[in-house]
């Protein structure tokens, strides 16, 4: 068992930044693949990014491609996601989620096991 909690959210005005992160305690985070995942109101939970245990590769999806910057710190069991430039369609309950030895960083929510409550962003025009 992995326990997942994020922090960091808040409200920015539009082009602004936030950095959440996703601290992970009961197992040996650097084993995990980890992604953050979002949900709007009303919206189903969509993928945003992920990095692989191996190697740290990531992933994006094309809405935050350039904008969002996963990483990682094993010394801290911390993922970070860094958000910039954010629009007010980047609004949404984020979520870190975690898979142990995956082969991919997958965006799938079912590849997931381990997921967190939620840090709200609310990004204001």
């Known amino acids: 068992q992995v326990q997942l909690v994020e922090s960091g959210g808040g409200s920015v005005q539009a082009g602004g930044s936030l950095r959440l992160s996703c601290v992970a305690s009961?197992?040996?985070?650097?084993?995990?693949?980890v992604a953050w995942f979002r949900q709007a109101p009303g919206q189903e939970r969509e993928f945003a990014a992920a990095i692989s245990w191996i190697a740290g590769s990531t992933r994006y999806a094309d809405s935050v491609e350039g904008r969002f910057t996963i990483s990682r710190d094993n010394d801290k069991n911390t993922v970070y996601l860094q958000l910039n430039s954010l629009k007010s369609e980047d609004t949404a309950t984020y979520y870190c989620?975690?898979?142990?030895?995956?082969?991919?960083?997958?965006?799938?929510?079912?590849?997931?096991?381990?997921w967190g409550q939620g840090t709200r962003v609310t990004v204001s025009s």
């Open positions: 009961g197992r040996t985070f650097s084993n995990y693949n």
């Open positions: 989620a975690a898979r142990f030895r995956a082969l991919s960083a997958s965006s799938r929510l079912s590849d997931y096991d381990y």
